[in-house]
């Protein structure tokens, strides 16, 4: 089974901090993702990569950054977070790009920014 | 760009047949997948859908029309344990630096008894 994991369940962090969160996937998957939750609002993807050292802005990049240093590993960065960054984030994996190729999903982070 | 609606909420009994709609305005169409969104939990896959037609996997099954940008999820003998978010997402036309996926809102659904 396609594992994916994320370094916290839950964060609580302060207006200003920068803020990491870390993603990893043990199915040598080529493309992550990072999204994020809001009730009414759905997923939305802030960044995907779909190679090492490669990166693409999604549709809510602003205020974020990514790094793939790694191909099993995905970072999220909030270089300062605000309170309007609180929210589930959620990291997928998925193999290729065509075909049924899902995306794996990570169980979440939930960020509070105070 | 991809704009994707679905019903906010839906109540059904248990043992019922409900059917959820997902509705799509896409610039560029390589597939449509189903998940399904247990509160508190990571989606999970369920179906996916590139031709038009039905797609059938035990109580689920998954209709594409891409003519007329519709889909829609049919779950049979409803379980207390579907009680849950069912998430319609859109990719994009493959590109050279992979695609993406745009997901709805999310359906919740709530089985009663």
């Known amino acids: 089974d396609v594992k994916v994991t994320q370094s916290s369940r839950y964060l609580v962090k302060r207006t200003g901090e920068k803020v990491f969160l870390e993603c990893v996937q043990d199915?040598?998957?080529?493309?992550m993702f990072w999204y994020r939750q809001d009730p009414g609002l759905g997923l939305r993807l802030i960044y995907f990569s779909y190679d090492v050292k490669m990166k693409e802005k999604g549709d809510i990049p602003e205020g974020y950054s990514v790094s793939r240093e790694k191909k099993e590993r995905f970072s999220l960065i909030l270089e300062s977070a605000s309170t309007n960054q609180t929210s589930m984030y959620l990291c997928a994996s998925r193999y290729g790009t065509g075909g049924t190729d899902t995306q794996y999903f990570g169980p979440g982070t939930r960020l509070t920014v105070l | 760009g991809q704009n994707i609606d679905q019903p906010t909420e839906m109540t059904a009994t248990e043992g019922a047949i409900v059917q959820i709609n997902c509705t799509y305005q896409?610039?560029?169409?390589?597939?449509l997948f189903w998940y399904q969104q247990h509160a508190g939990e990571a989606p999970t896959f369920l179906s996916y859908n590139v031709l038009d037609g039905l797609e059938e996997k035990g109580r689920f099954s998954s209709f594409l029309s891409r003519s007329k940008g519709y889909s829609y999820l049919l779950l049979k003998e409803l379980q207390m344990k579907d009680s849950a978010s069912y998430l319609c997402a859109v990719r994009d036309e493959v590109t050279g630096g992979g695609n993406k996926l745009t997901f709805g809102t999310g359906t919740q659904l709530k089985v009663e008894l």
């Open positions: 199915m040598d998957h080529e493309n």
């Open positions: 896409t610039s560029g169409f390589n597939g």
